[in-house]
T-cell receptor
Framework: SQQGEEDPQALSIQEGENATMNCSYK?????LQWYRQNSGRGLVHLILIRSNEREKHSGRLRVTLDTSKKSSSLLITASRAADTASYFCATDSSGNTGKLIFGQGTTLQVKP | DGGITQSPKYLFRKEGQNVTLSCEQNLNHDAMYWYRQDPGQGLRLIYYSQIVNDFQKGDIAEGYSVSREKKESFPLTVTSAQKNPTAFYLC????????????FGNGTRLTVT
């Protein structure tokens, strides 16, 4: 079962623009995590936001979490061509089951 | 440097053969995971292990088997019972099984013909 559903599936923007990706999930969570994947490689962790947090920043990344709506968003500001990748959200279910379930991902293309 | 090593990067097998994918980590992480990724898709959880000598089925465990005899190692066997084994397999680990991020290997691309 896919816990996270992301939209859009694909996003194409110009360098310098902001990119926003959304993730919705179904069950109660301990935390929500965002990852990046370059083509053919493993995923790299970007940000972890706990269920009692509403917003978190890391450099040009801003993540929000709305547990009442079971949704999260990832904002990349002032995008660069090097940000071109696939981005995934993943949820750590409450109860410390250890299961980390990923969404389908958003493919971001940043044109120079 | 600490990290996760998956080998080999590419693997080719004939239908009907079992194949074992290697995953080793030197991060001293307790929890380890196997995911499958199909083209243009997200990751689906196959098996995970929170401690040595224990593991749990994920969402698509049928046709796969694992072992966790050592903290550093979590090999995945793709058996002949797996109906559609061609995929990109990703191994990951994390310090504890909740509230911590995953560290991923670079994956093994398995092709079965």
């Amino acid at each position: 079962s896919q816990q996270g559903e992301e939209d859009p599936q694909a996003l194409s923007i110009q360098e310098g623009e902001n990119a926003t990706m959304n993730c919705s999930y179904k069950t109660s969570i301990n935390n929500l995590q965002w990852y990046r994947q370059n083509s053919g490689r493993g995923l790299v962790h970007l940000i972890l936001i706990r269920s009692n947090e509403r917003e978190k920043h890391s450099g040009r990344l801003r993540v929000t979490l709305d547990t009442s709506k079971k949704s999260s968003s990832l904002l990349i500001t002032a995008s660069r061509a090097a940000d071109t990748a696939s981005y995934f959200c993943a949820t750590d279910s409450s109860g410390n089951t250890g299961k980390l379930i990923f969404g389908q991902g958003t493919t971001l293309q940043v044109k120079p | 440097d600490g990290g996760i090593t998956q080998s080999p990067k590419y693997l080719f097998r004939k239908e009907g053969q079992n194949v074992t994918l290697s995953c080793e980590q030197n991060l001293n992480h307790d929890a380890m995971y196997w995911y499958r990724q199909d083209p243009g898709q997200g990751l689906r959880l196959i098996y995970y292990s929170q401690i040595v000598n224990d593991f749990q089925k994920g969402d698509i465990a049928e046709g796969y088997s694992v072992s966790r005899e050592k903290k550093e190692s979590f090999p995945l066997t793709v058996t002949s019972a797996q109906k559609n084994p061609t995929a990109f397999y990703l191994c990951a680990s994390r310090r504890q099984s909740y509230n911590s991020p995953l560290h991923f290997g670079n994956g093994t691309r398995l092709t079965v013909t």
